[in-house]
T-cell receptor, first 114, second 117 residues
Framework: NAGVTQTPKFRVLKTGQSMTLLCAQD?????MYWYRQDPGMGLRLIHY???????AKGEVPDGYNVSRLKKQNFLLGLESAAPSQTSVYFC?????????????FGPGTRLTVT | DQQVKQNSPSLSVQEGRISILNCDYT??????FLWYKKYPAEGPTFLIS?????DKNEDGRFTVFLNKSAKHLSLHIVPSQPGDSAVYFC????????????????FGTGTRLTIIP
């Protein structure tokens, strides 16, 4: 099992450019998440999905869009990148169990917007 | 409003001694707590969790203690090893749909643990 994988690992964008980050999981998890990590801020939830075809906003959704067309994939899009979106992005997935809420994380994508 | 707080940004501990990482929370609805470990350039990995119906959970060298009245939890690592040097995140979850659980975790800002050989 590869677990949770993220593509790409690194990316540099110019302000105003667009890009899509891809997350894939092979654990048959229902839930998937996108977080960003900034120095001194911990992990902040951008968007999440509770199943194929459904998405919801997290704590910091502005400037991002997501799609979950297939259960195993969760895409994060930046339509017009801004320097404030320079961050490390993590994807995660989890089971649908009240007694088992651990999330499994990918290795991260380091994005720099100049 | 930071609902999960890790007030110590860093901690240094001698190898072989006990490491104690602390976490405070403000939301009384939280009923499940987790600790994650993160190495540089890697994603966080799950370490240990505890439900609010317990006050202690142990897994090898790692023990998590929960004090609900103080809204405080701590992670004890005994004995500390050089490979334990990492950033540790505390996270919490509130009950959601009784059939499907809760889909969201709230994370603290992390504590960087350095084990001194």
């Amino acid at each position: 099992n590869a677990g949770v994988t993220q593509t790409p690992k690194f990316r540099v964008l110019k302000t105003g450019q667009s890009m899509t980050l891809l997350c894939a999981q092979d654990m048959n998890h229902e839930y998937m998440y996108w977080y960003r990590q900034d120095p001194g801020m911990g992990l902040r939830l951008i968007h999440y999905s509770v199943g194929e075809g459904t998405t919801a906003k997290g704590e910091v959704p502005d400037g991002y869009n997501v799609s979950r067309l297939k259960k195993q994939n969760f895409l994060l899009g930046l339509e017009s990148a801004a320097p404030s979106q320079t961050s490390v992005y993590f994807c995660a997935s989890s089971y649908v169990l009240a007694a088992l809420r651990e999330q499994y994380f990918g290795p991260g994508t380091r994005l720099t917007v100049t | 409003d930071q609902q999960v707080k890790q007030n110590s940004p860093s901690l240094s501990v001698q190898e072989g001694r006990i490491s104690i990482l602390n976490c405070d929370y403000t939301n009384s609805m939280f009923d499940y707590f987790l600790w994650y470990k993160k190495y540089p350039a890697e994603g966080p990995t799950f370490l240990i969790s505890i439900s609010s119906i317990k006050d202690k959970n142990e897994d090898g060298r790692f023990t998590v203690f929960l004090n609900k009245s103080a809204k405080h939890l701590s992670l004890h690592i005994v004995p500390s090893q050089p490979g334990d040097s990492a950033v540790y995140f505390c996270a919490a979850s509130a009950p959601g749909n009784p059939n499907f659980g809760n889909e969201k975790l709230t994370f603290g800002t992390g504590t960087r643990l350095t084990i001194i050989p």
